[in-house]
């Protein structure tokens, strides 16, 4: 089971244990990914958001870094990988959203607010404590 870590520094962890992740671009690519899980990023995008001024190899180092991802947090699915697929023009994170921090906050916080407009205050504080907790 992989988690995923955006509220505060960006980490994976698999079944309890960090895994470990490359270089600053390496872990901007995969930020990209996990701030749109499940919609297909194309290269194009990635590219913009991992350079200012991108290199004539950008291509190249961007599918090396997926490469690299991969090696670090994947696995083989039949034929094709099971988080991290390329699609038509670019890539997409398949995950479900309860597995990164930033998506269960948000889902408390929205909890909290129905609990809050119900007047149910005591379970807007707990769902709001259990954002904190992210």
Same mark, same amino acid.
């Given at each position: 089971?992989?988690?995923?870590?955006?509220?505060?520094?960006?980490?994976? &962890?698999r079944?309890?244990?960090r895994v470990a992740l490359g270089g600053f671009r390496q872990r901007a690519v995969l930020a990209a990914l996990? =701030?749109?899980?499940?919609?297909? &990023?194309?290269?194009?995008?990635l590219i913009d958001l991992v350079w200012t001024d991108p290199p004539a190899t950008a291509d190249g180092t961007l599918h090396n870094y997926i490469s690299r991802l /991969?090696?670090? &947090?994947?696995?083989r699915a039949k034929n094709d990988w099971r988080f991290l697929r390329r699609e038509e023009g670019g890539y997409v994170l398949r995950v479900d959203p309860d597995r &990164?921090?930033?998506? /269960?906050?948000?889902?408390?916080?929205?909890e909290a607010r129905r609990y809050t *407009?119900?007047?149910?205050?005591?379970? *807007?504080? =707990? *769902?709001?404590r259990a954002a904190l907790d992210e």
């Open positions: 089971m992989l988690d995923f870590h955006v509220l505060g520094a960006l980490d994976v &962890i079944d309890g244990t996990i =701030a749109h899980p499940n919609e297909t &990023i194309p290269l194009a995008s /991969r090696a670090a &947090i994947d696995e &990164i921090d930033a998506e /269960r906050f948000t889902a408390n916080v929205s *407009a119900d007047g149910r205050d005591e379970d *807007a504080v =707990a *769902a709001y």
